[in-house]
């Protein structure tokens, strides 16, 4: 059974930083990509970040995130990595990282992803 769960978050005020973790069990870690959505207060959930299988050579931000955030991953540790820099209010949120049933699968499309965390949040204030 796979199990995701997130850390890290907190709350922090406009352009600090904050680093979230997302510890994956119950498969082969290297083996899936990676991603991490986010979901405000009466707002759809929207992609943030993804970072493809094993060397994770492949990565994709949202445009909001931009240039701040930086996905990463360690598989010897089963773990992939938000770095958020220049925290803005709008960047408020529940985090959720995600993974998907497909090895095969990288994806932005959250219907893509079949496994979720619990969220963690993050508060900006200003």
Request: charged share 15%.
């Amino acid at each position: 059974q796979v199990q995701l769960v997130e850390s890290g978050g907190g709350l922090v005020q406009a352009g600090g930083s904050l680093r979230l973790s997302c510890a994956a069990s119950g498969r082969t870690f290297g083996n899936y990509a990676m991603a991490w959505f986010r979901q405000a207060p009466g707002k759809e959930r929207e992609f943030v970040a993804a970072i493809s299988s094993w060397s994770g050579v492949n990565t994709y931000y949202a445009d909001s995130v931009k240039g701040r955030f930086t996905i990463s991953r360690d598989n010897a540790k089963n773990t992939v990595y938000l770095q958020m820099n220049s925290l803005t209010p709008e960047d408020t949120a529940v985090y959720y990282c995600a993974t998907p049933r497909s090895s095969g699968t990288y994806s932005l499309r959250l219907q893509q992803y079949d496994y979720w965390g619990q969220g963690t949040q993050v508060t900006v204030s200003s």
